[in-house]
């Protein structure tokens, strides 16, 4: 990933996030899955564990936006994270995930690091650690997303997370990426 620019290439304003990456083989097999239950955003979002949702900010701030997440990422040190079953959100809103059932912690203290000073912002709903894996589909679709994430399963170490742009073909792309302090 590349160095965020500063700024000279860009619009006034883009769209981040920040994420942390599902490694492979995981993350293709949620992406699967998701384009499996005709999820139209499954090829266009990398799987992940949101840190922060998308926020739109003005070019100008990505210098020290990179430095606020270099220093983010340096106070936290590598974790383990597993994903198993499933859990929804419904009936606030019709999402289906892959439960962080151990790392949750740890992402909360990261999200919360993160979504501090330049990135300081109020979110829709509390924060809830989860991998998507259905979003904005039918209920029998969801129902079904459901029962197959059930069986999920997948462990691996967390060592960073990734700051993400949206594009303006719509989709999220790694831009840059932050490993966390030593163990």
Known sequence: MDSVPDGGDLPEAVTIGVSITVPE??????????????????RSIPTHVT???PTEVPTTALPGI?????????GHRPFRMLLRGSGSFRPVSPVVFVRVEEGAQECRALEADVRSGPLAREL????????TVAHGLPEPVLDEAFEQARGFRAAFEVAGFSLSRFGPDEVWRPWHGYRFGPA
Not at 25 to 37: E, K, L, M, N, V
Request: proline letters at 13%; a neutral charge; aromatic letters at 8%.
């Open 25 to 42: 083989p995981f993350g293709t097999r949620i992406q699967d899955a998701r384009a499996g239950h005709g999820d139209p955003l499954a």
């Open 66 to 74: 990179e430095a606020h997440l270099r220093a983010v990422a340096a």
């Open 51 to 53: 840190l922060l949702p």
């Open 124 to 131: 829709a709903f509390p924060y809830h650690p989860h991998v």
